[in-house]
C-alpha cells in the first residue's frame, strides 16, 4: 500500500526555520520524481519543490527552502529558512513518475505550516 507521510510542520515566527519531512512506502522510491507542493486559504495548489533529474524551486522560495531526499530511507525533506507569513500552507508532499504511457501520482494527506508574529 502506498503512503506518503509529511512531518514537521507546526507554528513559526517571521524568520524562523523548519524541517518537513516526507517518510514514502510502497512503491520504488528511488525512481520517483518528489514535489513539495502547498496550498494556502483560498488559493489554488502550488508546486514548491521538486527533486528528481533536477532541482527545482517556485521563484518565492529560492534561496530561502532547500529540498532534498534519501533514498535510502525513503524520504524527503523541505529545509524551510527565513519563513515569512506568506509562507503559511498546508503543505503537501507528492511522488510523481510517468512511465511509457502512465501517469503514477501519489499525494501525502499534508502538514499546515504557519508563519506568524
Known amino acids: 500500500q502506498v503512503r506518503l507521510a509529511e512531518s514537521g510542520g507546526g507554528f513559526m515566527q517571521p524568520g524562523g526555520s523548519l524541517r518537513l519531512s516526507c517518510a514514502a512506502s510502497g512503491f520504488t522510491f528511488s525512481a520517483y520524481v518528489m514535489n513539495w507542493y502547498r496550498q494556502a486559504p483560498g488559493k489554488e495548489r502550488e508546486l514548491v519543490a521538486t527533486i528528481g533529474g533536477r532541482i527545482n524551486y517556485v521563484d518565492s522560495v529560492k534561496g530561502r527552502f532547500t529540498i532534498s531526499r534519501d533514498d535510502a530511507k525513503n524520504t524527503v525533506y523541505l529545509q524551510m529558512n527565513s519563513l515569512k507569513p506568506e509562507d503559511t500552507a498546508v503543505y503537501y508532499c507528492?511522488?510523481?513518475?510517468?512511465?511509457?504511457?502512465?501517469?503514477?501520482?501519489?499525494w501525502g494527506q499534508g502538514t499546515q505550516v504557519t508563519v506568524s508574529s
Open positions: 507528492n511522488a510523481r513518475l510517468d512511465f511509457f504511457q502512465r501517469t503514477f501520482d501519489y
